[in-house]
């Protein structure tokens, strides 16, 4: 864990130190001749400290920033802090256009060549509001990240946002967890837990220390309360590990495999806040088979309990659009005619829903037919 030192640690030669500030004593009562703390102020502060862990559940309190629309960035710079990972600094493509604010947990929706639209967390410095950062593994057959890795500096795309679906709320204390390109979202709050002087632990995990970017900007890098653990080195994460030192009212924050955050919400008590964000669609656990007809006269498809209406739809329609497949970015939401939706998209930065419908987790009851205006 970092933090300030206890209060009678702290050097008494440097009256205004940070720790002073981030410690300070407790005020001495106005009535009295000794000089003893006033009682209504240490009530205030025993008070202070058992809502604290309530107000930790509530958002930043900047309300988040409305989606900007289609900007139009260049690629200033081009890095790879990983083998197979590609770190773009984007700055606007226009003079005298400052990108819009964000805070951690943002990302943008990327429009690259071809109309193709994914979402990638902003990992820079949100107080430099002259350029972004994003960071890319590349996947496998994957086309959105393969067309990043193509970008040279100098080429032009397109951002909207940012977003946020994953908030970075107040609390007393933190832990955060990585697995591999996770770290791109969770970079940034680690910062700022660090900068606030914040209680916080974090784990980063991946294959191998070469495989894992950022290691050289994390803060408080040889602290116990920060570890890089690479699975060559140390084996396959275990949870219970993970959750060792947690204590009641921590917030934990983890991104990464699916795995990994099943396995840690699984075991996370109810009583500490838990934030979580994908880089891979969740699974289907509680689906029910149902029907969507594309159009009030066109074909009526199945979708079984283990599938999504967007992989049945995209049989027949290969051109339907789509991007984070987690509910959020709104690329695949298309029009309802009639039927009852069992919702499950989260709309973000100002995308409301409407009367529409999220094909990549959106579902309805037991056999029931939805018209999609397909």
Request: net charge neutral; glycine share 10%; charged share 25%.
């Amino acid at each position: 864990m970092t933090g300030e030192p206890h209060q009678d640690e702290r050097p008494r030669e440097v009256k205004h130190s940070a720790g002073f500030y981030a410690n300070p004593r407790p005020p001495v009562s106005l009535y009295g001749r000794q000089r003893r703390p006033d009682r209504f102020m240490l009530g205030l502060g025993k008070l202070a400290a058992r809502i604290e862990p309530l107000t930790s559940r509530w958002r930043p309190g900047h309300p988040p920033p409305a989606p900007a629309g289609d900007l139009p960035v260049r690629v200033a710079r081009v890095e790879r802090p990983a083998p197979d990972v590609a770190a773009l600094t984007l700055v606007p493509a226009d003079p005298g256009v400052v990108l819009p604010y964000w805070q951690p947990g943002h990302h943008v929706d990327v429009v690259l060549s071809g109309g193709v639209v994914r979402q990638y967390s902003l990992c820079g410095d949100p107080a430099d509001r002259s350029g972004y950062r994003i960071a890319v593994r590349r996947i496998k057959g994957g086309v959105g990240s393969g067309l990043v890795h193509e970008l040279a500096e100098g080429d032009v795309i397109g951002l909207r946002g940012p977003r946020n679906a994953f908030p970075f709320a107040r609390a007393q204390r933190y832990l955060f967890v990585a697995g591999g390109i996770g770290i791109t979202p969770i970079l940034p709050m680690v910062r700022a837990a660090h900068a606030a002087n914040r209680e916080f632990a974090f784990v980063y995990t991946g294959r191998d220390r070469k495989s894992m970017p950022f290691q050289d900007e994390l803060p408080g890098a040889g602290d116990a309360g920060v570890f890089v653990r690479p699975d060559d080195e140390y084996g396959t994460p275990d949870v219970e590990e993970l959750l060792t030192d947690l204590t009641p009212g921590t917030a934990v924050y983890v991104c990464g495999p699916a795995p990994l955050i099943n396995a840690l919400r699984a075991r996370v008590p109810a009583e500490n806040p838990f934030f979580s964000e994908h880089f891979s669609p969740p699974a289907i656990v509680d689906g029910r088979r149902f029907e969507v007809r594309l159009g009030r006269s066109g074909p009526v498809l199945t979708v079984a309990e283990d599938e999504s209406a967007l992989d049945v739809v995209r049989r027949v329609r290969p051109e339907t659009a789509y991007s984070c497949r987690q509910g959020f970015c709104g690329t695949c939401r298309v029009g309802l005619l009639s039927g009852e939706p069992d919702n499950r998209d989260r709309p973000t930065g100002g995308s409301p829903r409407g009367a529409e419908f999220a094909l990549c987790v959106s579902r309805a009851g037991e056999d029931e037919r939805l018209v999609l205006d397909l």
